[in-house]
């Protein structure tokens, strides 16, 4: 009898385990879908703006390629405005903390 005691503790235990990993990998792959639909959607606007021609981004040499600015039907549009073409300002750093005293011990208060 003691087997079949301990065959049911090891399936019980395995059961555990495969529940974890089964949760785990639930979360993960909720994680996963989350990225997919922010890279869709990240796809989808850089597309937009390289057919329409309004970028978020400085693009060099983006003239020369002879495509025309399109408005939103993909019609050429002759009224259309320049983009900003700034480039936006470096982040700054933080400033690193200032290094801590030594702690003193107790009895070398002075």
């Known amino acids: 009898m003691s087997d079949l005691f301990a065959e049911i503790r090891t399936a019980r235990q395995t059961l ?3 529940e974890n990993r ?22 989808d606007a850089l ?6 021609g309004q970028s978020r981004y400085t693009l060099p040499g983006f003239d020369r390629l002879g495509v025309p600015p399109a408005n939103g039907n993909g019609a050429h549009d ?3 405005e320049p ?3 700034a480039r936006p300002k470096p982040k700054r ?5 200032p290094a801590s005293p030594e ?6 208060a002075g």
């Open 78 to 80: 002759d009224h259309q």
């Open 103 to 108: 702690p003193q011990s107790p009895g070398t």
């Open 93 to 97: 750093r933080p400033k690193p903390c």
């Open 83 to 85: 983009t900003d073409t």
């Open 16 to 18: 555990r385990c495969e």
């Open 47 to 52: 597309l937009d703006e390289l057919e329409t």
């Open 22 to 43: 089964t949760h785990e990998a639930a979360i993960e792959l909720r994680n996963c879908k989350d990225r997919e639909k922010k890279a869709k959607k990240e796809l």
